[in-house]
C-alpha cells in the first residue's frame, strides 16, 4: 500500500521559492507504472494540477500551464521522494499542497492516494 | 484547457433520500480506442485530502459503499448517492485525467437538509 507524507516549510516570502517534498512509502519513485503528481488548492483556484514527474526510460516532468516557467518536479531516487519547486511566489500562490500519486501503465490516472497535503501562506 | 463544470454548486438532501451531482466537460473525454472515459469524481471533508470514489467515470475504487455510482459519457456525467447517509457530508468534485493539463469541477457542497 503506497502512503506519502509531505515535508516543507509552511510560509514564503513573495519572491522567494517554494519548496516541498513528497516521501514515498510502498513503492520506488522510479517505478515505471506510477506518475508523481502535485496539485494545489485555493479558494480563488479550487483544485488546480501544478505537474507531475514519471520514469520509464529516463525520468520526465510535465507541468500546468498556469505555473509554466517557475516550476519544476523532481524525483531523487536516493531519498524514495520527489520535490516541488516553485520560483518567485506572490500572494496568489497560498493554499493548501498536495502531492498524490497516478497509475501510467493502465490510463487510470485518477489520483489515489494523496498525502495529506501543507498549507503555505506566501506573506512578507 | 478542458473546463469542467458541476451543477449544482450546493445540494441539501434529507437522510435516506437521492443525492445527484452533475459535471459537463468542455471536450469529450471519451478515448475510442479503449471506449473509456477519463473521468473521476473525488469526496473531500473539512481538513482532509480529496479521496477517489469513482473512475473511468462509473468504476468504484476500492472500499468505496455501493451507494456511490457514476454515470455517463462524453462530456455529460452524474455522481448519484442513492441512499444519503450522514458522513456524506463533503465536497465532491470531478476531474478529467484525458489530457493535460488535468482539470478539476469547482466542487459541489454536499449538506443534510
Known amino acids: 500500500q503506497v502512503q506519502l507524507q509531505q515535508s516543507g516549510p509552511g510560509l514564503v516570502k513573495p519572491s522567494q521559492t517554494l519548496s516541498l517534498t513528497c516521501a514515498i512509502s510502498?513503492?520506488?519513485?522510479?517505478?515505471?507504472?506510477?506518475?508523481w503528481n502535485w496539485i494545489r488548492q485555493s479558494p480563488s483556484r479550487g483544485l488546480e494540477w501544478l505537474g507531475r514527474?514519471?520514469?520509464?526510460?529516463?525520468?520526465?516532468?510535465d507541468y500546468g500551464v498556469s505555473v509554466q516557467g517557475r516550476i519544476s518536479i523532481h524525483p531523487d531516487t536516493s531519498k524514495n521522494q520527489f520535490s516541488l519547486q516553485l520560483k518567485s511566489v506572490t500572494p496568489e500562490d497560498t493554499g493548501v499542497y498536495y502531492c498524490?500519486?497516478?497509475?501510467?501503465?493502465?490510463?487510470?490516472?485518477?489520483?489515489?492516494?494523496w498525502g495529506q497535503g501543507t498549507l503555505v501562506i506566501v506573506s512578507s | 484547457d478542458i473546463v469542467m463544470t458541476q451543477s449544482p454548486d450546493s445540494l441539501a438532501v434529507s437522510l435516506g433520500e437521492r443525492a445527484t451531482i452533475n459535471c459537463k466537460s468542455s471536450?469529450?473525454?471519451?478515448?475510442?480506442?479503449?471506449?473509456?472515459?477519463?473521468l473521476a469524481w473525488y469526496q473531500q471533508k473539512p481538513g482532509q485530502p480529496p479521496r477517489l470514489l469513482i473512475y473511468?467515470?462509473?468504476t468504484r475504487e476500492s472500499g468505496v459503499p455501493d451507494r456511490f455510482s457514476g454515470s455517463g459519457s462524453g462530456t455529460d456525467f452524474t455522481l448519484t448517492i442513492s441512499s444519503l447517509q450522514a458522513e456524506d457530508v463533503a465536497v465532491y468534485s470531478c476531474?478529467?485525467?484525458?489530457?493535460?493539463?488535468?482539470?478539476f469541477g469547482q466542487g459541489t457542497n454536499l449538506e443534510i437538509k
Open positions: 471536450q469529450s473525454v471519451l478515448y475510442s480506442p479503449n471506449n473509456k472515459n477519463y
Open positions: 514527474t514519471y520514469c520509464r526510460t529516463g525520468c520526465t516532468s
Open positions: 498524490a500519486r497516478a497509475s501510467i501503465m493502465t490510463g487510470q490516472l485518477a489520483f489515489d492516494p
Open positions: 473511468w467515470a462509473s
Open positions: 476531474q478529467q485525467y484525458y489530457r493535460i493539463p488535468y482539470t
Open positions: 510502498g513503492e520506488s519513485v522510479s517505478e515505471s507504472n506510477a506518475a
